[in-house]
């Protein structure tokens, strides 16, 4: 009886495979894929070689054939889209010899698929199983590694808030004022950024702030905002000029902290008249606001750099006396840059500051803080401080 070409082709391949020892489940898959495809074809050529234990199989078909009907195929050939199609199998089992009877042939590739099938059912069964049992054991790892997490961030909360009271000091007791503060970090993880602030009597009475942004965020900024402070307290308190700090501090640290840089605001108040002195390096603008819901910024005239600026110093000073009831607003560049325009947020919280005038001090900074950040679209560390002039003599 005389064979068909696709019957005669199937004899072919199975004769390679079995004379190079491929796995009788690997050559029936080859055996499916290939009489799928030369079941449609006028005509096919097939070629074989061995190479270091590897079958290389190749069917040549009159037209391409696209990736989407190769990855179809029982066994996937090389990737591509043209007339010739290559597999690569593994060889080295025993030989073995086939049946000529195409009928019994391809009943014996389909008995090993399916005794292969049959494996690969047992195995996913048994991984099922160990699966569950690791998932068991993991669930119990999760549950006690989530209970020691949470005991670590309560202890970790602990030991963030005593660096806050360390790094931010409560504002001072000063008869005709009242002081109050609001610090928000970019990250919420993170206690502490580049954005610092110190507030302390002077032997004469009179009150000292200093605010500083210090260039860069996480620990190293965070140093380089205290050694500001640090060194700006400490000229303040050696009784050296007002209008020097800024550039005292500047030339002081530049030997110590070559890398450091920071914008620096300072203010000194003093109760008895109600007057403020700005000294402002590099740093944004205050803003005065009056009940009346006026508001204004205090620009030098001539502006200063901060540490670490070329030229540092206070340029020209800023001077006002307070009515009562008049509140000034110190602030880092996070509060107003929050939408990614200087100018902008200036123009905002001009707008905002006035309606929250008559609020109680304590309450302005948080307040401001969460109106100006509305929308987010670049988050810095924040501080916010209040300066109000209280009614009546001190």
């Known amino acids: 009886m005389t064979q068909s ?42 070629s074989s070689s061995m190479v270091d234990d590897r079958l290389t199989v190749t069917l040549r078909l009159p037209s391409p054939v696209g990736q989407r009907q190769r990855n179809a195929l029982p066994l996937l050939p090389d990737a591509g889209d043209s007339e010739t199609l290559t597999w690569h199998l593994g060889a080295g089992h025993p030989a073995v010899t086939v049946p000529d009877d195409d009928e019994r ?51 970790h909360s602990v030991i963030f808030r005593e660096l806050e009271d360390a790094l931010r000091p409560p504002p001072p007791h000063v008869a005709g004022f009242e002081l109050a503060v609001h610090y928000a970090p970019s990250e919420p993880d993170s206690p502490a950024g580049g954005d610092l602030y110190d507030w302390f009597v002077l032997p004469d009475g009179d009150v000292h702030i200093t605010l500083v942004d210090a260039v860069g965020h996480g620990v190293t900024s965070t140093r380089h905002a205290l050694t500001v402070t640090h060194a700006i307290r400490t000229l303040a308190l050696e009784g050296h000029p007002f209008p020097d700090l800024i550039g005292h501090a500047a030339r002081t640290l530049a030997t110590i902290e070559p890398e450091l840089m920071a914008t620096v605001l300072l203010a000194r108040l003093h109760p008895a008249t109600g007057d403020v002195t700005f000294a402002n390096g590099s740093h944004p603008r205050p ?28 340029g020209s000073l800023v001077h006002r006396t307070l009515a009562p009831g008049d509140l000034i607003l110190l602030y880092t560049d996070g509060l107003i840059e929050s939408r990614k325009n200087y100018q902008e947020g200036e123009a905002r919280l001009r707008a905002i500051a006035p309606r929250h005038a008559g609020d109680p001090t304590a309450a302005i900074p948080g307040t401001l803080a969460a109106k100006m950040h509305d929308v987010v679209l670049h988050a810095d560390d924040t501080v916010v401080i209040v300066i109000r002039r209280k009614a009546g003599n001190p």
Do not use: W
């Open 5 to 46: 070409p696709v019957a005669r082709l199937r004899r072919e391949l199975r004769q390679v495979c079995a004379a190079a020892g491929v796995a009788a489940e690997d050559r029936a898959r080859l055996v499916l894929a290939v009489t799928q495809l030369a079941e449609s074809a006028a005509h096919t050529g097939l």
């Open 105 to 155: 042939a391809t009943r014996e590739e389909m008995l090993a698929l399916v005794a292969r099938t049959d494996v690969i059912a047992k195995e996913q069964r048994e991984l099922k199983h160990e699966l569950a049992e690791t998932n068991s054991g993991v669930l119990a790892m999760y549950v006690e590694l989530e209970e020691r997490d949470e005991r670590l961030r309560r202890a």
């Open 287 to 314: 803003v005065l606001v009056t009940p009346t819901g006026n508001t204004e910024l205090l620009v030098p005239t001539h502006v200063g750099r901060g540490v670490g600026f070329p030229d540092p110093g206070s």
